[in-house]
């Protein structure tokens, strides 16, 4: 079977996805790459800047939730559109991301929002080890 880095599934609502990783970090990465890739077409995004974040949380699903919710709000708030994730994942007590974000302002001539997602949920939100693999599942409210 040949490796994906996310998929869609399928929901009667809201946005629904899985990302796959052989390491967290892989997996939170394609996390991010799904989400912005419901929200715009990742090839019409030109690296031009990078933004740093840092989360730290208590559980992975928090780290997860905390960390796309973050990517959101940059969007939402400051017009950054996304192409390129890349993330390091610690565990002290309890877990830490580092990630640089790399795309640019969002270019109505350029970017096409295809969906409009309003929030990301902890509902079904599930990450785990599964045949050497982590896999996270995350439903957006749209």
Known sequence: MPHKDFEFLEHIA?????S?????????ENAAKAMFSSILDLNS?????????EIKSDSLETLLHDF????????????LVFGKFHVSI???????ISAKLKGEKFNPK???????????????????K???EWVADVLCDI
């Open 14 to 18: 809201d946005l629904k996805f899985r």
């Open 20 to 28: 796959y990783g052989k390491t967290l970090d892989a997996c939170f």
């Open 45 to 53: 995004v030109i690296v031009k800047t990078e933004r740093k974040i």
């Open 68 to 79: 796309l919710s973050e990517i959101l709000f940059l969007f939402e708030t400051e017009d």
């Open 90 to 96: 610690k565990k002290n007590e309890g877990y830490q």
């Open 110 to 128: 350029r970017h096409v929002i295809m969906t409009d997602i309003k929030a990301v949920t902890y509902h079904e939100m599930r990450i785990e």
């Open 130 to 132: 599964k045949d050497g």
